[in-house]
């Protein structure tokens, strides 16, 4: 079977490429008023650009980015996160608290994230922490909610039904130069402290490179406000408020990473490679203990590292292609220490993922209106534990993805299918009890089509409207399937139907001032969800495919922008965008929470994010604020999570040291206050987050 | 209610409710009063003040993480059910009353409650709710009373080899609500109930070294471990009457070893031979009476994962006469029974049902020809009752 669809694979590439090269030698000198970006860039954020190039000013399908200069000045790459709309960055807390993203309620297992354009993979709880990414290199910060418009992309990405793109830029030169050295760092609140220094350094004409490390410790140990009122029968009030000190949240990290990039004559490489290890407390939900028992001592360690790497050749107006790679490995020890936390029972477990991921894709234009992308993937996943009854589950993945674009003028049409399947062996031993049922191993399949279009009328220079179906899918992860007497190997894959419209409007009222409106309405319907419920007692618990969920959302974001010169003009920007989502449980009708809102998704929440820079000087204010929600769709008040607002303040000023503003030596001093408004508030139920914090930065770049 | 068993021999026991008339009884009982009058609580039966209890305690594990765990009671005097009371009652105490509450025993005028994830015993008052004590038991499990001491199970322990972890008896001394000693037992233990001045301890394991399947016996005098006694692998609750019937439930584990209910003699303490019937008994959870009956309830559909599971009420008396029956139409509506707790005294039937664990649960109110009386919303996971009257804590 694995071999048969193996096969299969690999003749629709031949067969592909063989359409290419026709293509290729039949059309050739096509001359092309619709430019569909040839020129080389490792940028995503700039191939972007230039593909929605096609109709100028407006862009073709909409997909949602950070500003590379706002993500660097932000003090990390989820803070950055958190300004999308549509989103929910789910946060413990903390330095060290695990920060996972959903898009438009589908669950954090269906958000992709990409590191420029290869994926990051999680076959355990496919959940990535993205507080392990540092903005020393990741600038480019893209949120593509549905599909994705780029050119030679993995099949993973056209597959995907929400996809964080997060991207290195290129190391760029002052004229003259051949190194760049950074040196960074960054303490306040928390008692954190966090050096780094990126060395970029151009090899020859053409070959770059740069190597970062950095390092993070902080104890963690913040206060929070814990209360809870009741009105009394006369109409007083009891209860109590009281403050407690967030413990055992500590983490010392290092993450070292290097990229390097390179020119062919047709085409641009890159390589990275990425270390990190860490080194934390858990500090676990805040519940009621007993005021003599000892802190929680319970200890997580992680290892992550990989190497990519990823070719792209622009071989003639009409053929391009790219290949890419990845070898991965994940350590991840969790423990407890009940000889110091008599609270908690011994545990020492630890978990080994390796990963090896190889991607061709090719672009094929095959007339003025209509290219076509291919994609084929595969990707190989293993996870060993030290677990009674582990089943060692290994999994293969084959991608195969045709996505067509049709750019008639106006309209811009997308019809994409993939198709991938997932075969999953696991060891059957006496004690593999994988679900206490199903033995057999699996193979699973999913069908993923897309069909969108993007239209601007003709005669209105500011109007465009997009619209889409998609259907897509998540594979259960290992977590689900094999989790010792919780997972159930039986499982099928979790589907997801995606519906949406959505207009926008652009204008550009002066030559430095943008204006941009967007509107976009969706509904997603999620099918088979994977979710766990107790069996016969409450002590077994499985997982099965019975959930069914329906999201109507709506999205408004308004942005305005002033691109002054900064010097003697400021220049300014801001957004505010609002996100409405009914995520309601269709699951069980006999279940009074059928018809609930989905966990961790309120109804309203939105951003405002505001930038001046003038002079040198930087503000950024990021204002947020979260409607009511609860931690299960059973909606009742033991699961609510307050609303909250909050706001951050970011400063920097940059000085130049030699003057004339030829200088190389410059100094940057930042300073950040988070959550000026000193609000309590929880994201994720019983784990609070801190009150008004700081950092101040110090940059020198010479 | 258990503890009642083991207060009182059943003599005395008998001599009581023979000798008390009925309305005196009553209006003993109504002629109290409690600041927790005030809860007006919602209206599920009638009033059953020909009763010698006060109120039916429930305790709500809740949800782990979340805080949850609550007291909710029924009060007899005006049929009304109460929900959240310690936090009503006691809403000056940070947090409530804790994380996953995992048992609920009466001693005299007090309850006690082991609050597992908050590694605390807390005890309360019986009339009024109000908190009296919060003991520190670290992952404390389950309350057995004998003498002037409680004794807690708990996982913790000071034992410690390798990636093993002994759990523990504490020993607390009820005059200064202080733990004043601790003997180290099985692996997880859990249920504990005392016999002719001995407790038996009823462990689980179930961390690292797969599942304990040993009884052990405590002297609590010595304070020392007298014998191991092994019955099946994952043991969960222990009851004993005053004859010496033991009766001892295990979980199985899950996907090849059923669970099921066992039988020590508590005067010999050897594992009695079960008879087929007995065998084919399926644990969901069980209590004992006062009279020293058994209840249990299981399923024979234990690893039919999806359901429906049709489930079944035993009952054991003393001499070990078992009747099995079907649930009846009336029970249709339970779906996860998590606790029982039956009425002597006009031997109504009290199911919790944990629903899917996550949303309030519901507690079932059945005659003893298993016929709905009533049945009203709990809180998250009913998985614990008893029973209190004022009168007959000594």
């Known amino acids: 079977m694995n071999k048969t669809a193996g096969c299969l694979l690999f003749s629709i590439q031949i067969f592909l490429l063989t359409i290419s090269a026709k293509a290729w030698e039949t059309q050739g000198s096509d001359s092309r008023p619709y430019d569909f970006a040839v020129t080389p860039d490792s940028s995503l954020i700039i191939r972007e650009s230039r593909i929605t190039a096609g109709i100028p000013g407006k862009k073709l399908m909409y997909s949602d980015t950070i500003p590379s200069g706002l993500v660097k000045r932000l003090p990390n790459v989820a803070d950055a996160i958190r300004l999308f709309s549509g989103i929910q960055l789910k946060d413990y807390g903390g330095i060290g608290g695990l920060k996972t993203i959903n898009i438009r309620s589908l669950g954090s297992e269906y958000a992709d994230i990409f590191i420029d354009g290869i994926p990051v993979v999680n076959a355990q709880n496919m959940q990535v922490d993205l507080g392990r990414f540092s903005n020393d290199i990741i600038n480019g910060i893209r949120l593509s909610e549905v599909c994705n418009p780029e050119d030679l992309l993995t099949a993973k990405a056209y597959s995907s039904a929400a996809s964080v793109f997060l991207s290195s830029t290129k190391p760029v030169f002052k004229q003259g130069r051949t190194s760049d050295f950074r040196m960074k760092i960054r303490g306040g609140?928390?008692?954190?402290?966090?050096?780094?220094?990126?060395?970029?350094?151009?090899?020859?004409?053409?070959?770059?490179?740069?190597?970062?490390?950095?390092?993070?410790?902080?104890?963690g140990k913040y206060k929070f406000h814990e209360s809870k009122w009741i009105k009394n029968s006369n109409g007083t009030y009891s209860g109590y408020d009281t403050t407690m000190t967030r413990k055992n949240g500590d983490i010392s990290s290092f993450r070292t990473e290097g990229q390097l990039y390179g020119n062919t004559k047709k085409g641009n490489w890159n390589t990275y490679a990425y270390y990190y290890d860490s080194e934390r407390g858990l500090p676990g939900a805040v519940v009621r203990r007993a005021s003599d028992l000892p802190d929680k001592a319970d200890r997580q360690t992680d290892k992550d590292m990989f190497i990519q790497g990823k070719l792209t050749e622009y071989i003639s107006n009409v053929y391009s292609l790219s290949a890419s790679f990845k070898l991965s490995h994940e350590y991840l020890r969790y423990m407890t220490n009940p000889e110091s936390d008599p609270q908690s029972m011994p545990a020492d477990n630890k978990y080994n993922q390796t990963g090896a991921y190889l991607s061709f894709s090719n672009r094929i234009r095959i007339s003025r209106f209509w290219k076509i992308n291919t994609a084929a993937d595969i990707q190989y996943d293993r996870l060993g534990a030290n677990l009674t009854g582990f089943v060692y589950p290994r999994r293969v993945t084959e991608y195969a993805a045709v996505a067509n674009t049709f750019n008639l003028k106006s309209l811009y049409i997308n019809l994409n299918c993939t198709y991938t399947i997932a075969y999953d062996k696991f060891k059957n031993g006496a004690s593999s009890q994988a679900g206490g049922f199903a033995k057999s191993n699996g193979t699973r399949k999913?069908?993923?089509?897309?069909?969108?279009?993007?239209?601007?009328?003709?005669?209105?220079?500011?109007?465009?409207?997009?619209?889409?179906?998609?259907?897509?899918?998540?594979?259960?992860?290992?977590?689900?399937?094999?989790?010792?007497?919780?997972?159930?190997?039986?499982?099928?894959?979790?589907?997801?139907?995606?519906?949406?419209?959505?207009?926008?409007?652009?204008?550009?009222?002066?030559?430095?001032?943008?204006?941009?409106?967007?509107?976009?309405?969706?509904?997603?319907?999620?099918?088979?969800?994977?979710?766990?419920?107790?069996?016969?007692?409450?002590?077994?618990?499985?997982?099965?495919?019975?959930?069914?969920?329906?999201?109507?959302?709506?999205?408004?974001?308004?942005?305005?922008?002033?691109?002054?010169?900064?010097?003697?003009?400021?220049?300014?920007?801001?957004?505010?965008?609002?996100?409405?989502?009914?995520?309601?449980?269709?699951?069980?009708?006999?279940?009074?929470?059928?018809?609930?809102?989905?966990?961790?998704?309120?109804?309203?929440?939105?951003?405002?994010?505001?930038?001046?820079?003038?002079?040198?000087?930087?503000?950024?204010?990021?204002?947020f604020i979260s409607g009511k929600k609860w931690s299960s769709s059973a909606n009742i008040p033991d699961y609510e999570i307050e609303p909250w607002k909050t706001g951050d303040l970011h400063l920097v000023k940059e000085i130049e040291i030699t003057g004339n503003g030829k200088g190389h030596q410059r100094i940057a001093i930042g300073l950040s206050l988070n959550n000026l408004f000193n609000e309590q508030y929880e994201i994720v139920q019983g784990y609070p987050m801190p009150g008004f914090n700081y950092s101040i930065s110090l940059e020198y770049r010479f | 209610m258990k503890k009642l068993t083991l207060l009182i021999s059943g003599t005395v026991l008998a001599i009581l409710v023979a000798s008390c008339d009925k309305s005196q009884v009553t209006n003993r009982i109504s002629g109290i009063t409690s600041e927790d009058d005030s809860l007006a609580g919602v209206n599920v039966a009638a009033g059953e003040t020909s009763g010698p209890f006060m109120k039916l305690f429930v305790l709500n594990e809740g949800k782990m993480g979340t805080d949850n765990a609550s007291l909710d009671?029924?009060?007899?005097?005006?049929?009304?059910?109460?929900?959240?009371?310690?936090?009503?009652?006691?809403?000056?105490?940070?947090?409530?009353?804790?994380?996953?509450?995992?048992?609920?025993?009466?001693?005299?005028?007090?309850?006690?409650?082991?609050?597992?994830?908050?590694?605390?015993?807390?005890?309360?008052?019986?009339?009024?709710?109000?908190?009296?004590?919060?003991?520190?038991?670290?992952?404390?499990?389950?309350?057995?009373?004998?003498?002037?001491?409680?004794?807690?199970?708990?996982?913790?322990?000071?034992?410690?080899?390798?990636?093993?972890?002994?759990?523990?008896?504490?020993?607390?001394?009820?005059?200064?609500?202080?733990?004043?000693?601790?003997?180290?037992?099985?692996?997880?233990?859990?249920?504990?109930?005392?016999?002719?001045?001995?407790?038996?301890?009823?462990?689980?394991?179930?961390?690292?070294?797969?599942?304990?399947?040993?009884?052990?016996?405590?002297?609590?005098?010595?304070?020392?471990?007298?014998?191991?006694?092994?019955?099946?692998?994952?043991?969960?609750?222990?009851?004993?009457?005053?004859?010496?019937?033991?009766?001892?439930?295990?979980?199985?584990?899950?996907?090849?070893?059923?669970?099921?209910?066992?039988?020590?003699?508590?005067?010999?303490?050897?594992?009695?031979?079960?008879?087929?019937?007995?065998?084919?008994?399926?644990?969901?959870?069980?209590?004992?009476?006062?009279?020293?009956?058994?209840?249990?309830?299981?399923?024979d559909d234990e690893w039919n994962w999806k359901g429906p599971r049709k489930y079944n009420l035993y009952t054991i008396q003393p001499g070990g006469d078992l009747v099995k029956t079907e649930f009846t139409s009336d029970m249709d509506a339970i779906t996860t029974p998590y606790s029982i707790c039956e009425d002597f005294y006009n031997g109504n039937i009290y199911i919790g049902d944990a629903g899917d664990c996550l949303n309030p649960g519901k507690i079932y109110c059945l005659n003893r020809d298993l016929e709905l009386l009533w049945s009203t919303t709990a809180g998250v996971d009913p998985g614990h009752m008893i029973l209190y009257s004022p009168y007959y804590g000594i």
Not at chain 2, 96 to 108: A, F, Q, S
């Open chain 1, 446 to 623: 999913a069908f993923s089509p897309l069909l969108s279009f993007s239209y601007a009328p003709p005669e209105s220079e500011c109007l465009s409207f997009t619209g889409f179906v998609k259907k897509s899918y998540r594979m259960p992860s290992f977590n689900d399937l094999y989790y010792t007497l919780v997972g159930n190997s039986n499982l099928e894959c979790e589907k997801a139907w995606q519906y949406g419209i959505g207009g926008k409007y652009l204008k550009s009222p002066g030559a430095k001032f943008h204006l941009e409106n967007k509107i976009e309405i969706y509904y997603n319907s999620v099918k088979d969800k994977i979710v766990a419920i107790p069996t016969f007692s409450q002590f077994r618990w499985t997982m099965f495919n019975i959930g069914k969920a329906g999201i109507t959302g709506a999205e408004i974001n308004t942005s305005v922008r002033y691109d002054g010169t900064g010097k003697r003009i400021p220049a300014f920007g801001a957004s505010l965008k609002y996100t409405f989502q009914k995520a309601t449980d269709y699951s069980d009708p006999g279940n009074s929470s059928y018809k609930g809102q989905i966990p961790y998704i309120p109804l309203h929440s939105g951003s405002l994010s505001a930038n001046v820079g003038w002079n040198g000087w930087n503000a950024d204010l990021c204002l």
């Open chain 2, 73 to 299: 009671f029924f009060r007899y005097s005006n049929g009304r059910y109460c929900r959240n009371t310690f936090k009503m009652m006691n809403p000056d105490i940070s947090l409530g009353l804790g994380d996953v509450g995992n048992d609920i025993k009466v001693w005299k005028n007090t309850v006690w409650m082991t609050i597992n994830n908050s590694g605390i015993v807390e005890v309360i008052n019986a009339i009024n709710e109000k908190h009296l004590a919060s003991i520190t038991v670290p992952s404390c499990r389950n309350i057995a009373f004998y003498g002037d001491y409680a004794y807690v199970t708990s996982y913790s322990g000071a034992v410690y080899g390798g990636n093993d972890i002994k759990g523990a008896v504490y020993k607390i001394y009820i005059g200064t609500m202080s733990v004043v000693d601790s003997v180290h037992v099985g692996y997880q233990p859990e249920g504990i109930a005392e016999y002719g001045g001995k407790l038996y301890v009823a462990n689980g394991g179930g961390f690292h070294t797969g599942y304990d399947n040993t009884l052990t016996i405590l002297d609590p005098e010595g304070g020392s471990e007298t014998e191991n006694l092994e019955i099946a692998g994952n043991l969960k609750d222990v009851y004993a009457n005053e004859n010496g019937d033991i009766w001892i439930s295990a979980l199985g584990d899950y996907y090849s070893v059923h669970s099921g209910l066992y039988h020590v003699d508590g005067t010999t303490n050897t594992l009695i031979s079960r008879s087929k019937a007995l065998e084919d008994v399926r644990v969901s959870c069980m209590t004992m009476n006062a009279a020293g009956v058994v209840y249990v309830i299981g399923t």
């Open chain 1, 189 to 219: 609140s928390f008692d954190t402290f966090s050096p780094s220094f990126t060395l970029e350094h151009m090899f020859v004409k053409g070959i770059s490179g740069r190597l970062n490390a950095g390092f993070v410790s902080s104890s």
